[in-house]
């Protein structure tokens, strides 16, 4: 049986983040298990690379916050490549989304630069924007993500602290000794211990820990994507258009267009097939968005990610409330590459230190999920 002091489990952007900050720390002894041949090829590779913190949930949003200020301006050394680019980030509201926007702009007071737009100004900023626009907020520091850096840069910086990394490690159990877990069981049939396990592993956490004896459970929820082909009438400096009516988005990927109807179907972990009526529906509304579309539009290729999710919406970060010995990092629900850095921290605090002062700990805390279901498995 092979050791290591703290193994995390899951190779994404939370497990990697959750890494170098463990490296940062002084940690040693620390394993990563990735069940693909790659890192980030799941969730963390398949997102829509925004970033993003106007955003309802208080909890989340301080945590975006707190992210989306790292990775604009990374300590030295940190990336040799911008992970940001200002684009900017357009949220448009007709009658319907009006209140809730507001009530954004609000929350974010001080926190985040936001300007309120009138439609005149939102139709000169955002000429491929045709949807509804009463009221806009444009928060110019947010925009585009360099997910493939953001995550690089972690990696590097975990693997110079000594954070080993072993691909293609698929776990296929939890290892539990009386209300303890002592490890993890490979799918080759091999056996790791370790002091503390780190659940790291997105879409598969929630059925490992609840085969173990957790009561956490989180749901996979499938989000498709789509991009169409490069047409000069695509301005790259466009900013990210998110609109609240309808809940649709679309930000400029190179000279082409990547959009999102925000669908949200609960699927089992392993589903990765596209659902062609989703992207039809994709495909509908870029149609009237691209100018001089003539009312059709052709996409360059569709995909889709799985995002996690706790009942109540807030991250799953902290010790497990019934198994010692494991740490969850998880319910990211789409923020996660944001909110890296913050998320990162806060797990370290509980994998190293067994406790939390950060004010966020009690929000994101595992043992709530329990006491809102009243104790119920």
Known sequence: MSTARILIVGGGIAGVATARELACRGARDVLLLERDAALGTRA???NAAILRSVMAEPAVRRASVAGSRFLRAPPPGFSPVPLV???GLLMVAGTTGRAELERWRAALAGELELRDL???AIRALAPHWRGAAEIGLFAPDEGRLHVPAILAAFERHARSGGVRFALGARVSRLRVEGARVTGVELADGSTLAAER???A???WSSALARAAGSPIELVAKRRHLAVTLPSARVDPRWPVVWS??????VRVDGHGLVACVCDQAIVPPDTDEIDPAVVARIAARLAELVPGGGGSVELARAWCGLRTFAADGDFVLGPDPMLAGLVWVGGL?????????AVARLAAD???DEHCDDELAVAFLPERLVRASGGAR
């Not at 609240?244 to 988005?249: H, I, W």
């Not at 629900?333 to 850095?341: D, E, K, L, Q």
């Open 44 to 46: 963390t590779g398949r």
């Open 333 to 341: 629900g789409g923020h996660g590459i944001t909110a890296s850095v």
């Open 350 to 352: 509980w994998i190293l």
């Open 197 to 199: 396990v780190v659940l």
């Open 118 to 120: 009138a439609p005149s």
């Open 244 to 249: 609240l009516d309808d809940e649709f988005y």
């Open 85 to 87: 680019d200002p684009c």
């Open 201 to 203: 592993a997105g879409a």
